[in-house]
Each structure stands twice: as C-alpha cells, then as structure tokens.
C-alpha cells in the first residue's frame, strides 16, 4: 500500500450506481481522494465528496455488474502510484498499471505493482551508514533502467541518520534499498498523484526547449518548464505534431498522455517509438518514453486520473535532476470526462454543460509545469504541451479559451493551412509565445545575436503577405505594385521552404538551430536581393519567372543539422539573381 495508508480503514456498501458514479455507506473514518474497492471484483474507485456516512466515488472501471448491497472498502489511502525505475520504456493505463504485461483486457480489479514485476535491476549504493541524510538526497543509482542513471532518492518529508543501506547488486522493485532515521525506503515509492512533489523553488533562468520544428522553434520558442496548448478542428494534425516533438524534442524524458484518443493512433505511438532510435543516445527512443494510454474505449474517468497521473511521472523523473516534457493528447477528452461526471452528480452546469471548477481544473493542470530546483539541489523541469481540441474548430468554447489563459505558449493549428497540405499547420496569425522575448535575449547573449531580429523579419513578411492575400485574390497578383509582388513572393517563400516540414522525410523530419536559422538567413537574402533588383528597374513579373527551386529544395537536399548545404544552395541563387 505504500507509506501513506492510514490505519482507519472503513468498509460499508453500495447504495446507488449511475454509470461511473458510484454513491457508497461507509462506516469509518474517509477523507476526500481515498482510494476505495467496489463490489466482490475490487474495482479502483476514488471518494470525491462526503457527506456524512455517504459518499461518492468515481470508479475507474466500468462498473457493469455492480449493484445496491455489495461491500465497499476504503484503502486508507489517497489515489497514488509507484515511481521507480520501472517506467521507462513502459506502457500503463490512467492508474499507471502496465499493459504491456496485461492482456488483451485488463481484468477487473486488476491492480499490479512493485510487488508484482519480476524484473531486478542493478543497484550502486552512495551513502554510508550513520551519515546524516535529508529529503532529495542520494541513496544510491540504478544503472540498467535506462539510458542513463537514475539516483535513488530520500523520499520527501523524511530526514535523518542512514542506519542501513543495501549492497551493491540486483534489487527488485519492492526491495529496502536504505533506512534513514526509522523510515525504511524501497527502490520504488508511492506519491498521491493530486499532490505536487514538493521543491526547494522555481528557477527565473530561461532555456529552450528545440522541438526540431522550425516553425515553433524560430517563431513561437517554448522554455524548459513551460506550458504549450496546441488547439485545432478535426484533421489539422495535433496529433502528428505532438508525435513529432515527442520523438525530436531535445528533453531527457518523455510522458505522453494519449487522453481519450483512437486507439489506432496510440497503437502508432507505441510502434514507431519502440522502431525510432534515439538520436541522443543512439538507443530506442521508447527506453527514455513513458506512455500512459487511456484510449476513447476505456473507462471515461480514467482519463481523468490519467492526467494527473501522467504529471506525478514526470516530477518523479524532474526531481531527478532531467528535463521532462509531459504530452497530453488531448485535454478536451478530459474535460468532457469532468463535464460527464459533473452531470451524473447532478452539480450546477456552467458553460456549454461543463462544471464550474473548469477553469480550476486546467489551471492546477497546467501549475505543476515548471523549472525548479530540486530539494536535493538538482535543476530539473516539467513542460507541458497539452492539445485542445474544440469542437467544430470553435476557438472560443470553453476549454480552449480557459487553456489560453493560463499557458504561456498557443500553436494554433490552422484549418487552411492543413488543407493545403502545408504542415505543420501552426498558424502564425493566430498563434502567441511569451517565451519569445526573454529566450531571443538570452541567445543573443548565448552566441546568436542575430536571432531576435531574424525572428521579428520572418513574422514581418509573413505579417505582410498575408495582408495582401485577400488583395491578390481579389484583383489578381498583376494589379499589386512590384514592391508589393516581392512580399508576396516573399511570403510564398518563407511558408514552402522555410516553414514546412515532411514528418515523414528522412532529412527534414525535424530540423537543428543551426539548419534553422540557414534556411531563415537564406529567404530573407533572397527576398532582399529580389527587392533591391526592383528597385533598380527589374519588373516583378521577370523575378517571379525565374527558377527559385533550389532554395525550396534546400531543406529535403540538407540533413537535420547541414547549415553549410543550405547556405551553398542560397549563394548559388543569390548569384543567379545577380546576372538578372
């Protein structure tokens, strides 16, 4: 049960069951978010109101079978989940039980556990007996759960002299791997998946996070620890955008959260990451993944707790000293779990039929991001990129205007772009980073002084061809002044060879700073050199006749990181520009 089961445990019966709001008698003590069993099979359930010796719980199971009468126990414990080496490379549902071991159903009541994985790892031991030891610090590293050592930490709110700690050697999960004071701490420990991990304080210093999308990296940049919502209709490609910042974003580790989504699609997931191999540490990248799956045809309310679940993973692995980011896919799915349970329980709808505490929910979601320094001294962080996906493409329902309230970063997916097949389909228009700023100051602090200002040029001939689309549709390109053509091609040119990318491109699937900000460097010269041609008398309509391919070729002919082939294929346009 773990180091937070409380002994008053109360056992009662069921009173009433509607779909997954079960209403129970118990008759001993409970507190809110304690974890319950319902009816002879034990289904996983948690109390989220009490009112005198009845209370009512959301089960995380379908709850066919149940009736009035059946027994109720309490665990004397709140909702939580072992954090420990053994979910790297794993695949678990809402509760963080695994389903790679499971079979083609999780059998009802099932539970697992640190009790119940067979495997061992190598533990190296670091402290000593009798040294005097406080939260966050180092017990010892397991050496063979990753790609990377993980330390083995003093579990939060214990303190105090080593009295034991194990040999070197292979431990089991459920192992003792030290004492400290009188507390004895296993290699794999429990934590309340509502509650966030305590830290010693939130770091002010901004990084960024390379996502190897240019689009986001050169004009929408996220920081380690940040928050991210990436909203879009239908078929504008959410999905396949979060699949590729999990596979080539530049953070230690990954949890991605498929919330309510198709099961084909998280099935894809699972296959290309345990295929892909981690250009970091030449690996797979699935043994630095952790997927949480709670596709659309399991239970609803455990995609609710899958959430939470899915950021406690991710502040066990940032008090570890890495950088984690959290993917949630999507976060509507979510919601609509809270709206359909909030309709069961009979609360007060607000808005479009969601609970009041919508806004609340999303914010304490999005809250648990952060950089921090650890209680052990270490720098780590969580960044969260949660989808919104609203109906119709409607930007304004309520989860996704609540969403934009409270992130710091919006990749709005646009419609048309999607439509003309030109991904990824963030629209610049649209779309908002607060990270920009403070991250363009430190690169050019960094070694890219040229960086804010090339972000701000690209944004404004992006900003001026658009504003002259709806002029080009209606008149016609021919009826624009010259000045006006060259933005216009300017723009073209920024968006085909510049903005897009191929997910499914050997060479261009995700693209380095260094190929980024070429490829920039290389439209912006261009369309330069194109308006200091008109200016000398060079009719537009000759410059839009000549062959510019090999600046749109450029990004398939460079691999991830070739700003040098980039830059010979821009120099040799610039010249071919030159004799016009």
């Not at 289904?43 to 005198?52: C, T």
Request: with cysteine; glycine share 10%.
């Amino acid at each position: 049960m773990g180091p937070l089961t409380r002994p008053d445990r109360a056992a009662g019966r069921i009173l009433r069951v509607a779909g997954p709001l079960v209403e129970a008698e118990l008759d001993g003590g409970t507190a809110m978010h304690d974890l319950v069993a319902l009816g002879p099979h034990r289904l996983p359930g948690e109390i989220v109101a009490i009112r005198d010796a009845v209370v009512t719980v959301q089960a995380y199971e379908y709850t066919g079978g149940l009736a009035p009468g059946m027994p109720v126990r309490a665990s004397g414990r709140p909702l939580s989940v072992p954090l420990g080496p053994g979910l790297l490379g794993g695949v678990f549902d809402g509760l963080l039980r695994p389903l790679s071991t499971a079979g083609t159903r999780l059998a009802p009541g099932a539970v697992g556990g640190p009790r119940d994985d067979p495997r061992r790892w190598d533990f190296a031991p670091r402290a000593v007996p009798d040294e005097r030891l406080g939260p966050g610090d180092v017990l010892g590293e397991v050496r063979d759960a990753a790609p990377f050592a993980l330390p083995v930490l003093v579990p939060p709110g214990c303190a105090g002299p080593v009295r034991r700690v194990a040999g070197p050697g292979p431990l089991a999960a459920d192992d003792v791997v030290a004492t400290v004071a009188d507390t004895e701490i296993r290699l794999t420990q429990y934590w309340p998946v509502r509650r966030p991990r305590p830290i010693r304080e939130r770091r002010d210093d901004l990084r960024a996070l390379h996502t190897g999308q240019r689009v986001i990296d050169l004009l929408f940049p996220v920081a380690l620890g940040s928050t991210v919502a990436v909203p879009g209709g239908f078929g504008t490609g959410k999905t396949m955008l979060l699949q590729q910042i999990a596979k080539w974003c530049d953070a230690d580790a990954i949890v991605y959260i498929g919330c309510g989504e198709r099961g084909n699609e998280m099935a894809d997931v699972i296959d290309e990451f345990a295929e892909l191999t981690d250009p970091r540490t030449g690996g797979r990248l699935a043994d630095r993944t952790v997927i949480v799956a709670n596709t659309s045809n399991m239970p609803m309310m455990a995609r609710e707790a899958g959430i939470h679940t899915g950021v406690t993973v991710a502040e066990y692995f940032r008090d570890l000293g890495l950088d984690v980011v959290v993917i949630a896919d999507s976060t509507s799915r979510w919601a609509e779990a809270l709206r359909e349970f909030a309709s069961r329980t009979g609360a007060l709808p607000a808005e479009e039929g969601y609970p009041a505490g919508l806004a609340s929910a999303i914010a304490a979601f999005y809250e648990r991001a952060g950089a921090v320094t650890t209680l052990g001294g270490r720098t780590g962080s969580v960044t969260v990129v949660g989808a919104v996906s609203p109906p119709g493409g409607d930007m304004a329902e309520p989860v996704t205007a609540h969403t934009q309230r409270f992130v710091r970063c919006l990749w709005t997916l646009d419609r048309e772009l999607a439509y003309a097949r030109h991904y990824p389909a963030v629209g610049w228009a649209e779309s908002f980073s607060r990270d920009a700023e403070p991250l363009g100051a430190r690169t050019a602090e960094t070694g890219d002084p040229e960086g804010p200002a090339r972000r701000a040029r690209v944004a404004g001939l992006l900003a001026d061809a658009d504003r002259l689309a709806d002029l080009v549709d209606l008149l016609g390109i021919t009826a624009l002044p010259d000045e006006e053509r060259i933005t216009v091609l300017g723009g073209r040119l920024a968006r085909e060879a510049l903005l897009q990318q191929s997910a499914l491109s050997a060479r261009d699937a995700h693209s380095g700073p260094e190929k980024t900000a070429a490829l920039a460097d290389s439209v912006l010269a261009v369309v330069s050199r194109c308006r200091e041609l008109v200016a000398r008398g060079v009719p537009a309509a000759r410059i839009e006749a000549m062959d510019l391919s090999p600046l749109l070729r450029a990004r398939e002919e460079a691999g991830p990181h070739d700003a040098a082939t980039v830059r010979d294929r821009c120099e040799s346009l610039l010249n071919r520009l030159g004799e016009a």
